[in-house]
Structures are given as C-alpha cells and as structure tokens.
C-alpha cells in the first residue's frame, strides 16, 4: 500500500489568532481560507511540503454535534486537552526562541526526554498542545 498523512485536524475558537500563530509564528503557509467570523476552515502547511497539511477547524460545527458533546469540547479546549500535534525540526531551539517570543504559552522547554529525543511544547491560541521533537 502507499498510503501518506495528507491532513490533520486542529480546532480552533478564534481564526485570527490561529492564524496568526500557525502563519507568522510558525512560518506556515495558508493553503486555503473559507467561511466566515468564527466558522473558518483555514488550512496551513509547511512551505515545500504541499502534501502535508493541518486543517484549522471550528471544533463543533459537526450538525451531529449534541449540545452536551458541544459544552465537553468546549471544555477540554479551555483546559487544553482536546487537540495536539507533534512536529519537527533540525532547529528545535531557534523555533523555540521564536515561539516564545511570540508569546505562546510554554509547556516544556527544551528537554532531553529520556526515551530518546530532545523536543519541547506549547500551546496554540486554542490551547491545542505542539510539541517539536528535534531532527537529528
């Protein structure tokens, strides 16, 4: 089979913000921008890596949504439990510095974990959790 990860998913509650954060924090480009105020489908993706994408969602725009599994997504996003994503890089402290000075809150600084990888992690506008695991 030849089977790839084409997109993923993230929720989002303010676009602007997560766009901001993905765009110009991140460096990703915006593939593709649709609907309006906070019923956006904005999807990003990492320059030279068009087949790779995130897609930046309203969490509960699903109509199968309840209103009780609306009010628990709802939930988790605030506690940051509900979304996350792992990335990587060769320079895993220089888009740590740019990270943080782009105000994102810091999980985890740069660790050397001890089942093998050095990464660290934050939290999107969302309060989706993104860890970056350094290439090495």
Known sequence: MDIT???TFLPHDDPEASLTFYR???GFEVRSDVGQGTMRWITVGPPGQPG???LLA???ADPGITEDERRTIQQMMAKGTYGW???ATRDLDGVFRKVRAGDAEVVQEPTEQVYGVRDCAFRDPAGNLVRIQEVR
């Open 58 to 60: 309203p969490p509960a």
């Open 24 to 26: 110009d924090t991140l």
């Open 52 to 54: 790779t994408s995130i």
């Open 85 to 87: 994503i792992l990335l």
């Open 5 to 7: 990860i084409h997109t």
